[in-house]
């Protein structure tokens, strides 16, 4: 059982940075794929970005959003740069064993998520 919380929301304006943190807590997550997702009002949730070993990005955030992660405190980071109107939305992190997927169904484990919103 892996128990995930996400912090470092906020209300940012266009053109501002914000970093998303995720602790994981109970069984060490080191070797879970960890996503970030988030979901926009009356939206589906949508596939942020992910890592396992190396990170990869949906196109919408390639180049703005950087993912990394520090097993020796079980925390993944998201930092948001150059964040526009249409990133805000709330953002979770999940867990999943094994290798990536963009799927949400496909992982096991989300946290509560945190509010990120954009003003332009």
């Known amino acids: 059982q892996v128990q995930l919380a996400e912090s470092g929301g906020g209300l940012v304006q266009a053109g501002d940075s914000l970093r998303l943190s995720c602790t994981a807590s109970g069984r060490t997550a080191s070797s879970y794929t960890m996503g970030w997702f988030r979901q926009a009002p009356g939206k589906e949730r949508e596939f942020v970005g992910r890592i396992r070993w190396i990170p990869y990005y949906a196109d919408s955030v390639k180049g703005r959003f950087t993912i990394s992660r520090d097993n020796a405190k079980d925390t993944v980071y998201l930092q948001m740069d150059s964040l526009k109107p249409e990133d805000t939305a709330i953002y979770y992190c999940?867990?999943?064993?094994?290798?990536?997927?963009?799927?949400?169904?496909?992982?096991?484990?989300w946290g509560q998520g945190t509010q990120v919103t954009v003003s332009s």
């Open positions: 999940a867990a999943r064993m094994g290798t990536g997927s963009s799927t949400p169904t496909d992982y096991n484990y």
